[in-house]
């Protein structure tokens, strides 16, 4: 299997990118090779000062980059040597089986629709975040910031292909699935809310449990969280938050460890033709290492073809 990494993505690449694939290599399986994509003298210069098995990688050289804060379809389109494109160039030709990038959110979004593009059938692809679980383990929410605003067969959708990533990849069978609201009520929420809730009801392919609150993110009540990107943005950088205020503090807590963006590494994009993650823009070693490995479990799972599958169904 190969994995490709884009070098340049983050806030501190290269250094972070190339000694999270030195801790990454120690616990990938042999049968996996990284490609790094990147300024290849950069990334052999790196990969020296860094100790990083040369036989264990392949380098794409691409000489560009798209800053953090460039705007994603300018960047794209005004430099198709960057890391960002050629990256999803070499996933789009089957060169690897999975791609991640802790770079420009944006780019990494816009470049997967214009690259391996939707899935048939997919309205609108979001990212997935995940949210670990008093019993163990962890649940997925959908979506966390690629669709500020939906429609209620958008969220539906949501519900299908998150459950579908929570099988195949969290091994959850028949996930439960909540709609993320203001009360449990049928009648409770917005307009969304309240029609996207009459067609989760009628929906027999994922296992509805009706709406939750906020203080169910955390419960086993759903292993599935539907909502707006919006709300599942807010979510997201609030559980980040409570990491960081107990760490300030000095506390410690395995459960509230699991907030720490590095424990997880990314959130893939799902309802794309491919396997794609995205990191947080401050990825440090640990966090990249942590994505390369859950890239590694993405593309094993095959979930992209399984998302189709289930669309046809």
Do not use: W
């Not at 579908?164 to 009648?187: I, R, S």
Request: aromatic share 8%; hydrophobic share 40%; with cysteine.
């Amino acid at each position: 299997m190969k994995i490709a990494l884009d070098v340049m993505g983050g806030d501190f690449a290269p250094d972070s990118t190339i000694k999270g694939v030195y801790l990454g290599l120690q616990e990938l399986p042999p049968g996996v090779t990284v490609v790094l994509v990147g300024p290849e003298d950069l990334v052999r210069s790196k990969m020296k000062e860094h100790h990083v098995d040369f036989s264990r990688v392949e380098i794409v050289h691409a000489p560009d980059v798209i800053d953090m804060g460039e705007h994603p379809t300018k960047g794209l389109s005004q430099k198709p040597n960057a890391s960002i494109p050629v990256g999803y160039r070499l996933l789009k030709s089957g060169a690897v089986q999975a791609y991640c990038s802790a770079g420009n959110t944006g780019a990494m979004h816009v470049g997967a629709m214009f690259s391996i593009k939707a899935i048939t059938g997919v309205i609108r692809p979001g990212i997935a975040g995940f949210a670990p679980k008093e019993n163990g383990g962890l649940g997925v929410i959908m979506d966390v910031g690629a669709n500020a605003d939906c429609k209620p067969d958008v969220l539906l959708q949501f519900g299908e292909i998150a459950s579908v990533y929570a099988d195949h990849v969290l091994k959850k069978k028949y996930p439960k699935v909540g709609l993320m609201n203001l009360g449990t009520e049928d009648k409770k929420g917005t307009l969304l809310t309240q029609a996207a809730y009459q067609l989760f009801k009628l929906n027999k392919k994922i296992n509805f449990v009706g709406n939750i609150e906020g203080y169910d993110i955390f419960n086993d009540k759903a292993d599935v969280i539907v909502c707006d990107g919006f709300t599942g943005n807010v979510i997201l950088k609030l559980s980040e938050s409570i990491y960081s205020l107990l760490k300030k503090r000095k506390f410690s807590d395995p459960f509230f460890d699991q907030f720490n963006y590095e424990a997880i590494g990314g959130s893939p994009i799902l309802g794309v033709n491919g396997n794609v993650i995205i990191g947080h823009g401050i990825s440090t070693a640990p966090a990249i290492k942590n994505m390369l490995i859950q890239t590694m479990q993405m593309a094993e799972s095959r979930v992209h073809e399984k998302i189709k599958e289930s669309l046809l169904d």
